[in-house]
């Protein structure tokens, strides 16, 4: 973490970050990727979700605009690692660097598992997803399944990729970002 900047630079470079996100045209539902990254924090806040988690379902797709690790080509091209095509361990390195909450990087890191749990435990999403999130959810054993289950942040995960999949049909103008900089300055160690 840069001990350097303040809490609100922190934010500030971490939104910045997310901005790139405007110019990404969504894969389903809204506009952009910003658009559907603010309606899924929106609809967070709208069922009580705590500011943790509000972050995380704002911030889930940041590793998609962050610079990427040094490692990143030997992860990608490893087959044997479980999020080596997502981008969502990097979006929540990319976070702790700059200090944000633990539970709310793992809620992040977790985004993968909580698909492939979705689409294997609700069918109706299958295609949905990239191909390479129905192969690893079909594949998953009801040992493997209880497993995640016994999670203590679980239900959490789950509701995370909950918020977003609404954001597909939901339609509403979602908020500016900077209606989340006060719980995001809130969240961060000084």
């Not at 996100?21 to 658009?35: K, M, S």
């Not at 979700?49 to 610079?67: F, S």
């Not at 080596?84 to 890191?109: H, M, N, Q, S, W």
Request: aromatic share 8%; proline share 6%.
């Amino acid at each position: 973490m840069s001990t350097t900047m303040s809490r609100e630079e922190r934010v500030s470079t971490v939104f910045q970050t997310l901005e790139q996100a405007r110019n990404v045209e969504a894969i389903i539902g809204l506009t952009t990727q910003l658009d559907s990254a603010l309606e899924a924090a929106h609809i967070a806040q709208f069922h009580g979700a705590d500011e943790e988690t509000i972050l995380a379902a704002l911030l889930q797709d940041i590793g998609r605009y962050c610079p990427r690790p040094d490692n990143w080509e030997d992860r990608v091209n490893n087959p044997d690692a479980y999020s080596a095509v997502d981008d969502y361990e990097p979006g929540a390195d990319y976070l702790r660097k700059f200090g944000f909450p633990k539970k709310t990087c793992e809620l992040i890191e977790s985004d993968m598992m909580a698909k492939c749990y979705l689409v294997a435990t609700h069918p109706t999403l299958l295609g949905k997803f990239p191909e390479t999130t129905s192969i690893w959810a079909v594949s998953l054993s009801p040992e493997r399944m209880s497993e995640l289950e016994k999670d203590p942040l679980f239900q959490q995960k789950v509701r995370i990729k909950m918020y977003k999949i609404r954001t597909w049909t939901n339609g509403s103008t979602p908020p500016h970002l900077d209606a989340y900089r006060d719980i995001a300055v809130r969240n961060m160690p000084i």
